[in-house]
């Protein structure tokens, strides 16, 4: 406290001025003795002037003895090396940033003709932060731009021999214009690698004649043209649905900026039978060579298609950015791939020397319903299989008690610890209902295992799993459950099929499609009739589903506490901690209410916090909760957060939503 104030009494222009404003507004209201006033105005004047120029005497002396005792220990010729130094250099205190010495290269990089005196050097050049030298660093983090030149600057903190602790900053000043800008134009002369896609060239095309087909692949070679024209970027199309775009990185932000608009223009484009066109566009960025570059579009395209389309991914060395992926999904899947995937797979269980399933944490109806269903194709082929669950954080608890009483499932539920200890070189580790390693049962037991396959429905995030044995990913499948049981037809009789598997697969698609209201298409139905026609009880799978009275009355209870943030948009926060199965129902009862098109219900649940959102309408709840960390599928999706406050998580949930409404209404003017 003593420091700051006698700071405030320190020689300096403000405080002179701040004693002369003093003394004019005494002489107005004194006006009968103005004149001695005046004559003490002056005299004060005077001695202040010669206190200032005596102060500056000293602090100026002070200075170049200590530039003399820094020198002291080199020879003659080198004495003068900081006085006449060939770079601008700038002695100031860290303290308050106050000028105390610069040399003429200093004096003239900011304009100035004369030295400056009580001056800050922040304030002659905002750009520069002296934090990297208050932390040790002898180097600036970024380059400070001043009159169009840009610099590195290097600095250092020296304390002086006389006064310990007294603590001063030298700063000097690399000219590196030439460098950066050569350095800016390598990097905006990068080539950028960008693979085009037409996602639903065959529907299209479908029943079209040459005539129109022509006309029609035509126009949409028109808008991506159109798009690209300002770029001098180098188009070819290298396949029938495929496009190879090469340009320049300075482009890209422009891209960005403009949101692909591209994807709009050709979505436009409508057929006679009112099939809309959709792009995915896939770019590789960063990439050392051209191939590289390459891989890395083609690796964002497949993302693009693994989260339904209609979008532009980007792929850098590091990570991936997505935009778009707002229209919605529409059924594309063919009975092929299905039967090429069921072959596959079979043949990987029969090489298997056992056979492991995991899916999410928090096991539900669906993944449960999709694990069962590998157990009946592991025991035809007569393998043994485990499924991998956390007794004490699972989900469909009923369920599990309901197979466990059959003789095929003894033993068969085990914990991930367990797991790890029985598997081998040749295990086979079937992850099921998610594609996030994150998001297993047990990532050490993913990374354990030589031979991993993925069945999954739910839109591929920046994180999945990579090198899969088998990826059977159907953003556009109602559940994993759906997906299983289309490959069960394929592997195994109907008569092998237990009729609680039948059960449990039917409860996953009921549960995933909230009976068959969302994400619903004619294979949904298709694999219904097949568990249907198995053995599965439709009115024993309405009691997996059903809840107990207490935790209706708490379901109902957040309900009550629900509130629109937006048209459409219902939001509920639990004060009292909630566990998932009651969090996600409450979400999709909101739905049950006219004019909701999307809820998102927060509640506590131990250490951690879990957001459900669901959506019945066009709005994607996916993208949303990707902006938390998050992820699913347009009308399912969610997220775990810890360490965060209610105020926060608010905060952060109502900024995502509003960002999305923001980039849908643009879309849609």
Known sequence: MNKKLLDKFQPSIGFYLSLLLVFAIVTFFFGQYSMYLGIAEAVVVIMLAFYMR???????????????????????????????????????????????????????????????????????????????????????????TINDRR??????????????????????????????????????????????????????IKNLSEKDKSALLSAIDDKINAWIASCGGILCKYDRDRYLFLFEERYLATFIEEKFSVLDAVRETIRAGGVQATLSIGFGRDGKTFDESFHFASLSIEMALSRGGDQAVIKNKFSFEFYGGRAPEVEKRTKVKSRVMSNAFGELVSDASAVFIMSHKYADLDSIGAAVGICAISRKRGKRAYIVVDAESIVAENLVTRLRQNPEYKGVFISPQDAILIADSRCLLVVVDTNRPEQVESETLLLSCNHVAVIDHHRRAATYIENATLNFHEPYASSASELVAEMMQYLIDQNDVLKIEAEALLSGIVLDTKSFAVRTGSRTFDAAAYLRRVGADTTDVKRLLQSDFETTMQKYAIIRGARIYKPGIAIAFSEVPQNRVIIAQAADELLNIAGIQASFVISPDGENIFVSARSIGN???????????????????????????????MENLTSAIDKYLEGYTQNTQ
């Not at 610069?102 to 003239?108: C, D, E, W």
């Not at 002086?160 to 050569?182: R, S």
């Not at 994607?620 to 902006?627: F, G, L, S, T, Y």
């Open 151 to 204: 610099y590195k600057v290097f600095g250092s903190l020296v304390h002086t021999a006389n006064e310990p602790g007294n603590i001063m900053a030298a700063v000097y000043w690399f000219d590196v214009t030439d460098y950066a800008d050569k350095y800016d134009e390598f990097l905006y002369s990068r080539v950028v690698c960008a693979i085009i896609m037409l996602d639903n060239y065959d529907e299209l």
């Open 54 to 144: 005596i102060s500056s005497k000293k602090r100026s002396l002070k200075l170049l003895k200590y530039i003399e005792s820094v020198t002291s220990s080199t020879d003659s010729a080198t004495k003068g090396t900081l006085l006449n130094f060939p770079l601008p250099v700038v002695i100031f205190s860290p303290t308050n940033n106050v000028i105390l010495w610069s040399n003429n290269r200093f004096t003239a990089l900011t304009g100035n003709k004369d030295r400056f005196f009580e001056v800050r050097v922040t304030d002659l050049i905002p750009e520069l932060s002296v934090k990297w030298l208050t932390d040790g660093k002898n180097e600036c983090p970024e380059l400070i």
């Open 619 to 649: 709005i994607n709840v996916q993208i949303i909760m990707e902006k938390l960390g998050g992820g699913g599928n347009q009308s399912t999706a969610g997220v775990q957060l810890s360490g965060m406050s209610k105020a926060k998580i």
